[in-house]
């Protein structure tokens, strides 16, 4: 199975900083990653699929690059609404996994 | 707008079989363009995706679950089904039924259902 780790695992930020959630996969997955956010209680949501391409109805301040096996979520200006756990996905090769999640508090 | 909600108990007893439907709204299960599939997660914990189904029947289940584990479709009540067999507490988890939309082999999960917590006890 390929491994999926975030970094950081928690980070605290404030409303307007510029905040980057990593994703490295233990082997290559050329772009087949995908990025949710789960809000406490919620289920997930999806942000961005195919690294880069941003979901239907998903504010443009979330972006997402890399490729390989290194990757990258930004959001360019945090919001109140953006706290909760985010977690990448890989749809390289079956089983698909997640990473462990990174949680971020608005501070 | 796709809706998806989980039925089933939120009890079983170890060594039982867990079984779970997920009712599909607002868009046809038949629908070519996607996968329907179950992902879970353990308190507290990440997730896992469990499987998933083509609307044919066709089937991917998750190697570590496979031996325990059957997923269904009856597209005459936009319905799929998951059945865990030999459950133990290991199994404890929140259970979510989603949409699988596999444009561009990126294989995303574009809607997901509330979830439902199902704890293996006796």
């Known amino acids: 199975d390929i491994q999926m780790t975030q970094s950081p695992s928690s980070l605290s930020a404030s409303v307007g900083d510029r905040v980057t959630i990593t994703c490295r996969a233990s082997?290559?997955?050329?772009?087949?990653l995908n990025w949710y956010q789960q809000e406490p209680g919620k289920a997930p949501k999806l942000l961005i699929f195919?690294?880069?391409s941003l979901q239907s109805g998903v504010p443009s301040r979330f972006s997402g690059s890399g490729s390989g096996t290194d990757f990258t979520l930004t959001v360019s200006s945090l919001q109140p609404e953006d706290f909760g756990t985010y977690y990448c996905?890989?749809?390289?090769?079956?089983?698909?996994?997640f990473g462990q999640g990174t949680k971020l508090e608005i501070k | 707008q796709v809706q998806l909600q989980e039925s089933g108990p939120g009890l079983v007893e170890p060594s039982q079989t867990l079984p779970l439907t997920c009712t599909v709204s607002?868009?046809?299960?038949?629908?070519?363009?996607?996968?329907w599939g179950w992902i879970r997660q353990h308190p507290g914990k990440g997730l896992e995706w469990i499987g998933y189904?083509?609307?044919?029947?066709?089937?991917y289940y998750n190697p570590s679950l496979k031996s325990r584990l059957t997923i269904s479709v009856d597209t005459s009540k936009n319905q799929f089904s998951l059945k865990l067999s030999s459950v133990t507490a290991a199994d404890t988890a929140l259970y979510y039924c989603?949409?699988?939309?596999?444009?561009?082999?990126?294989?995303?999960?574009?809607?997901w259902g509330q979830g439902t917590l199902v704890t293996v006890s006796s």
């Open positions: 989603a949409r699988v939309n596999y444009g561009s082999g990126t294989y995303s999960i574009d809607y």
């Open positions: 607002g868009g046809s299960i038949s629908s070519g363009s996607y996968y």
């Open positions: 189904i083509y609307y044919s029947g066709s089937t």
């Open positions: 082997q290559s997955i050329g772009s087949y």
């Open positions: 195919g690294t880069s």
């Open positions: 996905q890989q749809s390289y090769s079956t089983p698909y996994t």
